[in-house]
């Protein structure tokens, strides 16, 4: 089985200023759950990386985190899916760890809890950090354009990029649009 990463919020459920605290703020993106069944159900292992520093600022609980995570993976279990790991870092952006993305710690740890190598995976997501924690780690780094994907995608075209090749990433509405491009393939 091929490994496929995806960041969480703006990928698959709407992102917030305010972080999403509860399973009462964990909006999927309309076609992102069926997205996930489907490259599931395709063969992919599906590892959730993301960075949750509302944790590490005290906004919600690991108790809720774990449930908003328990939604997502039922949702996706519904739809024939399966959601073979969420990693996730609960630092704040001034901690200095390895695992927050752009640093490459999370995908490391998937790499080392589901046995499959990250490099020449798909690693989904929407914004500047996502990329280049891809890139580093070797993966093939994918922009969807909601969430931060606009903004980020608008910083790539304006040269304003610490990637080594921003030209070179693929670029989707959605995850669904990326879902079905990667099946295609």
């Given at each position: 089985?091929?490994?496929?990463?995806?960041?969480?919020d703006g990928v698959i459920n709407?992102?917030?200023?305010?972080?999403?605290?509860?399973?009462?703020?964990?909006?999927?993106?309309?076609?992102?759950?069926?997205?996930?069944?489907?490259?599931?159900?395709?063969?992919?292992?599906?590892?959730?990386?993301?960075?949750?520093?509302?944790?590490?600022?005290?906004?919600?609980?690991?108790?809720?985190?774990?449930?908003i995570h328990a939604e997502l993976c039922r949702s996706?279990?519904?739809?024939?899916?399966?959601?073979?790991?969420?990693?996730?870092?609960?630092?704040?952006?001034?901690?200095?760890?390895?695992?927050?993305?752009?640093?490459?710690?999370?995908?490391?740890?998937?790499?080392?809890?589901?046995?499959?190598?990250?490099?020449?995976?798909?690693?989904?997501?929407?914004?500047?950090?996502?990329?280049?924690?891809?890139?580093?780690?070797?993966?093939?780094?994918?922009?969807?354009?909601?969430?931060?994907?606009?903004?980020?995608?608008?910083?790539?075209?304006?040269?304003?990029?610490?990637?080594?090749?921003?030209?070179?990433?693929?670029?989707?509405?959605?995850?669904?649009?990326?879902?079905?491009?990667?099946?295609?393939?």
């Amino acid at each position: 089985m091929a490994l496929l990463i995806l960041d969480r919020d703006g990928v698959i459920n709407q992102d917030s200023d305010d972080f999403i605290r509860s399973t009462r703020d964990w909006l999927p993106i309309p076609g992102s759950i069926g997205a996930i069944a489907a490259l599931s159900r395709g063969g992919f292992t599906i590892a959730i990386a993301t960075n949750q520093s509302g944790l590490g600022r005290g906004y919600f609980t690991p108790e809720a985190l774990e449930e908003i995570h328990a939604e997502l993976c039922r949702s996706v279990e519904e739809e024939g899916g399966h959601i073979d790991g969420i990693f996730f870092c609960p630092h704040r952006p001034d901690q200095g760890c390895n695992c927050r993305k752009p640093a490459t710690g999370l995908l490391r740890a998937i790499e080392k809890a589901l046995g499959e190598p990250v490099r020449g995976a798909h690693f989904i997501g929407d914004s500047l950090k996502d990329l280049q924690a891809g890139e580093a780690a070797g993966c093939r780094p994918v922009l969807v354009k909601t969430g931060n994907g606009e903004a980020t995608l608008r910083k790539l075209r304006a040269g304003d990029s610490p990637l080594e090749r921003p030209g070179a990433i693929a670029v989707f509405e959605d995850l669904a649009a990326a879902a079905r491009a990667i099946l295609e393939a």
